[in-house]
Nanobody, 124 residues
Framework: QVQLVESGGGLVQAGGSLRLSCAAS????????MGWFRQAPGKEREFVAA????????YYADSVKGRFTISRDNAKNTVYLQMNSLKPEDTALYYC?????????????????WGQGTQVTVSS
């Protein structure tokens, strides 16, 4: 069993930056692929970024490519999402998720564990 706790959300002006963190419990964290998703009010949850167990492979949604960076520190059981050049349309509840097979997915179905989310609000 893996528990995920997100932090780092907040209110920021357009053009600003935030770094989200997702702390994981469990000794098998380093074998899991990790992903970030987001859900804005009235919209479906959407993929943001994913990273392989080693950190050697990453994958991004087109909407965040070049602005967001996903990374992980397996020694700290933590995955990060650095968000730069934020836009009002990035406003959402951001979730991290863990996938036991170690595969990168841009859909939420294959992910096995989810956090409770951290709110990001970008003002114009």
């Amino acid at each position: 069993q893996v528990q995920l706790v997100e932090s780092g959300g907040g209110l920021v002006q357009a053009g600003g930056s935030l770094r989200l963190s997702c702390a994981a419990s469990g000794r098998t964290f380093s074998s899991y692929a990790m992903g970030w998703f987001r859900q804005a009010p009235g919209k479906e949850r959407e993929f943001v970024a994913a990273i392989s167990w080693s950190g050697g492979s990453t994958y991004y949604a087109d909407s965040v490519k070049g602005r967001f960076t996903i990374s992980r520190d397996n020694a700290k059981n933590t995955v990060y999402l650095q968000m730069n050049s934020l836009k009002p349309e990035d406003t959402a509840l951001y979730y991290c998720a863990a996938e036991r097979q170690g595969r990168l997915w841009e859909v939420d179905g294959p992910y096995d564990y989810w956090g409770q989310g951290t709110q990001v609000t970008v003002s114009s």
